[in-house]
């Protein structure tokens, strides 16, 4: 367009005003997440890793992946989720608040070391290009807060999708970010998500193993709930959304989770916060 001189600051400020409109409405991304029970500190973690980024390439939706019965095995349920899946035990077996996995869950929980809350999911950049560059998560167990944590680079956990020819996520044409530069800009953006839990130690009150974990759970009742804050800032501006995870205060009985082998997704108290772009 041309301006003749004599109105050059008018169009100047004309066109500054479109261009911020513009950036105004640029679509924002949506940040979807599912809590998860994951092995804490055992070598199943790696398959359950693995199990959430297959499930999520395949849909966000219902996604399930992995050997049923297993502590890698990751699924969606709905239910309330004890606090005693929120238990690392680095120093003894344990699964779910039992200190005899095996039995209770069955021979795949023998060696597990506890367990802890994830919050797994996917980031859809709705038209607008994304990167993991600006994904940033905190943390509130009980009433301890982390600090604003980043991602790092791609990876194993954190993974980026470009659309294949049907220019949507999933359908089997999508193609996948696994290493290199957080700055790289994707379509998408899937990962498991780090995770949060009570730390049980040998030195822990309780004579034995099991007394250790009923004396936490005890401690403890609903008032430790986890909380995930997930937030984009990029051109759009600034999105985020709180995931909050409520807990009951009971070991669960093993009838109640025998078949999920622990992955669940639980009624999620979501808050959605934009913040505009400044013109």
Known sequence: MHCPSRILPRCALACATFFCFVAALRAQPTIISIVAVRPSLSSSFTTWRSNVIAALKQGYET??????????????????????????????VSWMGSADPASVYGAAYANELGSSIAFAGVVLGNGTQVSLSQLSQQFTLGHVTSPTLTTGNYGSSFVGVN???????????????????????????????????????????????????????AALGTTSDISALYSMTGPYGTVSSTYVQHFASAIPEPSAYAGIGGAFVLALALIVRRKKPSS
């Open 163 to 217: 659309y294949g020819l049907n220019g949507a996520f999933g359908g089997g044409d999508d193609t996948y970010v696994t290493s290199g530069s957080a700055a790289q800009l994707v379509d998408a953006l899937i990962f498991t998500g780090n995770s949060s839990g009570n730390l049980i130690t040998g030195a822990s009150s309780g004579s034995t193993n099991q007394e250790k974990l009923d004396i936490k759970v």
């Open 63 to 92: 996604p399930t992946f992995g050997t049923p019965g297993t502590p890698s095995y990751f699924t969606t349920v709905s239910g309330t989720l004890p606090v005693a899946a929120s238990f690392h035990t680095p120093d003894f």
